[in-house]
């Protein structure tokens, strides 16, 4: 088969991050039981993942329902990004950074309002690929089939022609579905070794 194109998920992926729990700290901080913290702002992250509110409201919503002064949101939020940023996996964005110009390559991140601008001063991934579809920006999240076949219009490739790297089944299965070879990321050494097998058999 031959691959013209090569897209990557980010947190997990290009980004190492570990288990978000910083609601159990402010769980315990603001005296409130295991999982009330998510409860309370649960329609406000699905809304942040398709782009339905702003950065501002959600600061007021966190503001509103946890009785926060803005200070305390403040940090909230800042707790929050810290670990949705994760930090950078240095060794498979490099190996990203060999794949252009002769293959195209591209993005798919389920996000949350913000993402973009955070990840871009911190990570440069606009630099790394020829095109990056945050879901908050596009209105849709992995698995819709309509975001993979974005992806392949933006990159002007057939889906049979893309390698789609992520870490998450549900978003694998996704691709797949939409005719995609797919890598599941557990580690740098499998996933390498995937694409330059898949790699090694194709020509452009």
Excluded at 125 to 151: C, N, Q, R
Excluded at 170 to 187: K, R, V, Y
Aim: aromatic share 8%; charged share 25%.
């Amino acid at each position: 088969m031959t691959f013209r194109a090569v897209i990557f998920d980010i947190g997990g992926v290009l980004e190492v991050t570990e288990q978000m729990d910083f609601d159990i700290h402010w769980e315990r901080r603001l005296g409130l039981e295991r999982g009330q913290l998510i409860g309370r702002l649960a329609d406000v992250w699905l809304s942040g993942s398709i782009g339905t509110i702003t950065e501002s409201a959600f600061r007021d919503v966190i503001i509103d329902r946890l009785a926060l002064s803005p200070d305390s949101a403040d940090e909230l939020i800042a707790d929050i990004w810290r670990q949705y940023l994760g930090v950078a996996n240095k060794e498979l964005i490099a190996y990203a950074k060999t794949l252009r110009p002769q293959y195209r390559t591209g993005i798919i991140s389920n996000s949350f309002v913000g993402a973009r601008e955070r990840e871009q001063h911190a990570y440069g991934f606009e630099d790394l690929v020829d095109d990056v579809i945050y879901s908050h920006e596009v209105g849709i999240t992995k698995p819709d089939p309509e975001i993979y076949a974005m992806a392949c219009a933006r990159l002007d490739v057939d889906p049979h022609q893309v390698i789609f790297i992520d870490d998450a089944q549900i978003a694998l299965d996704g691709a797949a579905g939409a005719g995609m070879t797919t890598i599941h990321h557990a580690d740098n050494a499998t996933t390498i070794a995937a694409l330059n097998a898949l790699l090694g058999n194709s020509k452009l």
